[in-house]
């Protein structure tokens, strides 16, 4: 069997994964107040006169503590979420591109990150990388890079072990940002780092993205944007 071979099994394995990761975005979390048992009052015998007074005094003191204790701990500070979450879970399409690696060869994990920074990516959600709007990071990714292996993510704590065949590159439509702008700031950023990784970019059947290839994926995202009248945001923005 040729390398290119199980490599489009592995990239046809790795898909079914990649798009389970899509559509599952995490439950929330509720953070429950923390709530303090009160202590319970000690018992005390009787007291003669000239005693009753201070006794009195303590009383008020222990009510006061008590009272204290049984106010509701402040809630803990929300985790930060990592940038690169959809808002939604709704698409109808996905566009795919690959980076892989040449026959005989991997991609290692610290030359990714390398190339993923230098290609404007930031690393969040998911453990994977994320494109995402300027100065608009809710809005959710333009499109996203994983890894083909199982799970599909990149653990930064072992990065420098990691070898994989190749990348997946994904975009779901609808996408923060018109269908066709999001492939012009996708399918450059694949160029890039396989520019960067000695590696080649594949389309979604596996073979070499060639130019007639991309002038038909134009020509159908025109198509979707005017059939969806994607609002752009703002003026023109180049990635």
């Not at 008020?60 to 985790?79: M, S, Y």
């Not at 939604?88 to 040449?102: C, E, G, M, S």
Request: aromatic share 6%.
């Amino acid at each position: 069997m040729s390398d290119m071979t199980l490599l489009r099994i592995g990239i046809a394995v790795a898909m079914s994964l990649l798009l389970g990761a899509i559509i599952y975005f995490g439950r929330n979390r509720h953070d429950g107040q923390g709530r303090r048992v009160p202590r319970a009052a000690a018992d005390r015998r009787a007291a003669p006169e000239s005693v009753a007074s201070a006794e009195q005094e303590a009383g008020e003191r222990e009510a006061a503590a008590v009272a204290q204790d049984e106010l509701p701990l402040p809630a803990p500070a929300p985790e930060r979420e990592p940038p690169g979450r959809r808002p939604h879970d709704q698409f109808d399409r996905i566009l795919t591109l690959y980076v892989a690696a040449k026959a005989g060869c991997t991609l290692r994990g610290t030359d990714i990150v390398v190339a993923a920074e230098k290609a404007g990516l930031t690393f969040g959600y998911m453990d994977v990388f994320h494109r995402l709007v300027d100065g608009r990071p809710e809005l959710g990714p333009i499109f996203s890079v994983a890894n083909i292996l199982k799970p599909g993510s990149f653990d930064m704590a072992r990065i420098a072990e990691l070898e994989t065949p190749a990348i997946a590159f994904f975009l779901t439509l609808p996408a923060p940002v018109p269908a066709l702008d999001a492939w012009e700031a996708m399918e450059p950023a694949a160029q890039r780092m396989a520019a960067l990784l000695d590696g080649v970019v594949l389309d979604e059947e596996r073979n070499a993205l060639g130019r007639q290839r991309i002038q038909h994926i134009r020509e159908e995202l025109r198509a979707y944007d005017r059939q969806h009248a994607a609002p752009p945001l703002g003026k023109s923005t180049r990635w």
